[in-house]
């Protein structure tokens, strides 16, 4: 093997382990590995731009501002409502009635919406419909989201990860996938796992107390709190005062002369008569009456509540963001977000201590209380894999552009499936459509898009292609050959399955797709097999993220509201996963057939 095969595989290990890490996040890693991949001459530049022209994140962009109309609109509002109409026993478990009612339509949407959009959506109602009827968020979002997942692999559209696999294959000079391509393979896998889901579901489903419950505490105890007239306070900074790092406690806002001042920094200096709202621990708010200067205020005059100016939210930490690794001190979260944190939940339980000194992780979820524009400002920063309020009320939709949204996605997929246009070009006309008609506004649909998945995407062409140029690819593909020859063409399909599957749950799943592709091709190249079963491996592996939190954003999302541990994704996953390895292993050379023709 060549000194680049060579290198080029330390440089896949070494991203590997950077995105399992979740220390860097993965656009950075990404481009970081090109670039490396560029100054040491193993791919040109050409090869590594090769990315920004290729059909997929444009296609992928068209799609968000499409799927940011369906959520801007309420398109998928009343759908989600209706699934959740019944009310049952409370304390009970999940009926598989009730799973049947939920996972198998939201299943067949995410065929046509994307994965992300369509659980951040879904699950947050999900879990305020559960906690309103007595019942745990952690017993349905966890078989949600595997739902979603299995449905994704119906069509071309159903996941970034076809829409990239659809784009290597054209950068391949090969035929793009058609919209049902997938669904030989995808729906009978999809079934499969559906069925699981709904049949073991309520055994599987773990038992776990949801942020909610952890934070009933830090929404009901706030007090507030009047300087005194001749204080020793009076003229200090909060910092001198000793109100800014508390432990169990926080200073959310300051009402000086009836205007109130949220998101209080250090400087701010302390009149006579300022109103402080403490917000935290019972026990500890208790401890502020111990402090010399400060009073009890004569009436209660702070409300936090749906429709008024100060409101609670739920903001999961996203993979990507840059809060991962660092604190809330050293972020400036309160002056970034103009919000202020009151709790933070972690695998089940509330973090304790200084809040802002704790180093925060991809699936914290942050009890922020903030104006009710922070879902606006903390959506456009990227940081977060969700953002939502506790009681799962949603901003206002534009409800009267959803019937037109509707129509808009129906035409996208008659023009496709017909074949009158490509899935990009119909993609981009379904996009402007939506701007047009005024489903979505201009600032809201370049919010949509997912710049960091964008540039993830656009990057990973050029570890594809130096995968593929090096000759690690190949070398890679005899290893497996050799390995696996003597269980015959299925035994050799099975291996690039579930190196995919593997790959993915450690990395996200269009990492996984992008590595695992040029193997793919020159092992069907070396093992004189037909090249279409083992991509449909590839594609049916990238997106089995089941057994850890991190393979996936829609993991996360649910990870954090549900307060699932990383022992319930291996828990509730694995049995799902082995079903969809065993049909995927049927269906594909039934679909397929693996022998070159």
């Not at 791919?43 to 997929?56: Q, V």
């Not at 994140?57 to 109409?85: D, K, M, N």
């Not at 896998?189 to 942020?211: F, I």
């Not at 922070?374 to 534009?398: E, I, N």
């Amino acid at each position: 093997m060549a000194w680049q095969a060579w290198f080029t595989l330390a440089v896949v290990i070494g991203l590997i382990a950077v995105l399992a890490s979740e220390r860097v996040s993965a656009p950075v890693a990404i481009i970081g590995a090109v670039a490396v991949l560029v100054a040491t001459g193993v791919i040109g530049t050409s090869a590594a731009l090769s990315g920004f022209s290729n059909e997929a994140p444009l296609t992928i962009a068209a799609l968000y501002v499409v799927t940011g109309a369906v959520e801007a609109t309420g398109a998928l509002e009343g759908f989600t409502v209706r699934l959740l109409h019944a009310t049952p026993p409370r304390d009970a478990r999940p009926s598989r009635g009730e799973l049947t009612r939920l996972l198998a339509p939201i299943a067949a949407l995410s065929a046509f919406i994307y994965n992300t959009p369509l659980t951040a959506v879904s699950a947050p109602a999900t879990a305020a419909w559960a906690t309103r009827t007595g019942r745990r968020p952690s017993w349905y979002l966890l078989l949600l989201n595997l739902a979603i997942l299995a449905g994704g692999l119906v069509t071309a559209i159903g996941t970034t990860t076809n829409v990239v696999i659809s784009g290597l294959l054209v950068a391949s000079h090969r035929h793009p996938l058609a919209l049902f391509e997938p669904a030989w393979v995808g729906l009978p896998v999809c079934l499969a796992v559906v069925a699981a889901l709904v049949l073991l579901g309520p055994w599987l489903a773990p038992d776990r107390r949801p942020p909610t419950e952890d934070f009933a505490d830090a929404r009901e105890f706030t007090v507030e709190m009047t300087v005194s007239s001749g204080a020793d306070l009076a003229g200090k900074t909060v910092a001198e005062a000793g109100l800014r790092n508390l432990e169990g406690v926080f200073l959310v806002e300051v009402s000086h002369h009836g205007t109130a001042v949220a998101a209080v920094g250090p400087d701010y200096q302390l009149s006579a008569g300022d109103r402080l709202v403490f917000s935290g621990n019972v026990s500890r708010v208790v401890d502020l009456h111990r402090i010399s200067g400060l009073v009890p205020a004569a009436a209660r005059q702070f409300e936090v509540g749906p429709g008024g100016h100060r409101q609670f939210f739920e903001a999961v930490i996203s993979p990507d963001s840059d809060l991962a690794g660092s604190t809330l001190k050293a972020v400036g979260f309160r002056s970034r977000f103009d919000a202020a944190v009151v709790a933070i939940h972690r695998a089940g339980e509330n973090l304790q201590g200084k809040l802002g000194e704790q180093s925060l992780r991809p699936g914290d979820v942050l009890l922020v209380l903030a104006d009710r524009d922070f879902k606006g400002r903390a959506t456009q920063s990227r940081q977060f894999a969700l953002v939502a309020q506790p009681d799962g009320a949603p901003a206002p939709p534009r409800r009267e552009k959803a019937a037109i949204v509707i129509l808009i996605i129906a035409g996208f997929l008659i023009a496709v499936v017909s074949g009158l246009l490509s899935v990009l070009v119909a993609a981009f006309f379904a996009a402007i459509l939506c701007v047009l008609t005024g489903a979505i506004r201009t600032w809201e649909a370049r919010d949509s898009i997912n710049l960091n998945v964008l540039v993830f995407v656009c990057g990973s062409f050029g570890i594809g292609t130096a995968i593929a140029q090096s000759g690690l690819a190949g070398h890679l593909a005899s290893l497996l050959i050799a390995r696996l020859h003597e269980f015959g063409p299925v035994g050799i399909l099975a291996g690039v399955l579930l190196a995919t599957i593997v790959i993915t749950q450690l990395v996200t799943n269009n990492a996984a797709a992008v590595l695992m592709f040029p193997i793919a091709l020159a092992t069907a190249g070396q093992g004189h097999l037909a090249e279409l079963p083992l991509v449909m491996a590839v594609l049916v592996g990238a997106s089995a993220s089941y057994l850890t939190p991190i393979g996936y954003q829609t993991n996360m999302i649910v990870y954090g509201l549900g307060g699932y541990r990383w022992s319930d994704f291996l828990r509730t996953g694995l049995v799902p996963l082995l079903l969809l390895v065993v049909v995927a292993l049927v269906v594909i050379p039934l679909a397929y057939p693996l022998p070159a023709p």
